[in-house]
């Protein structure tokens, strides 16, 4: 018998989705884990707190429904939002690093243990049809 006889692997079909692998309690994220619009879709579609990165002035212009203001301005994530839920971080999207910067700054500083970047942000977002509050 060869050694190669001995590796399984599962069909794709069988077992759990990427989303459920990554929300999933075993799973434990080091950094953030970068996830485009359809994965997005999917954590607001499971009620995932979704965490707008830009300035007041922008947020208050425009931002995905539901979302809050980057807590370091706010601080709404140390009143209800316990550091085990995932949590999601959006910008401008395109070369905006900002989403990226907050999403560290909650693993490392806040030690929130799930969090994910969005990296289309709200142009893609509202491109899409999806909801955004004005």
């Known amino acids: 018998m060869d ?13 759990i989705s990427k989303l459920d692998s990554l929300l999933s309690a075993e799973t434990i994220l080091v950094a953030p884990v970068m996830v485009d619009l359809e994965l997005a879709k999917k954590m607001y579609d499971l009620g995932i707190m979704f965490v707008d990165a830009r300035d007041k002035d922008e947020y208050d212009e425009s931002h995905i429904t539901g979302a809050i203001l980057e807590p370091t301005i706010t601080g709404e994530l140390t009143k209800d939002f316990p550091s085990d839920k995932p949590l999601i971080t959006y910008c401008s999207g395109g ?40």
Do not use: Q
């Open 95 to 134: 070369h905006c690093d900002l989403s990226f910067e907050l999403a560290m700054e909650l693993m490392e500083e806040w030690n929130y243990e799930k969090v994910f970047v969005y990296e289309g942000g709200l142009p893609e977002w509202e491109e899409a049809g999806y909801p955004v509050h004005r």
């Open 3 to 15: 050694s190669l006889d001995l590796i399984y692997e599962k069909p794709a079909d069988a077992g």
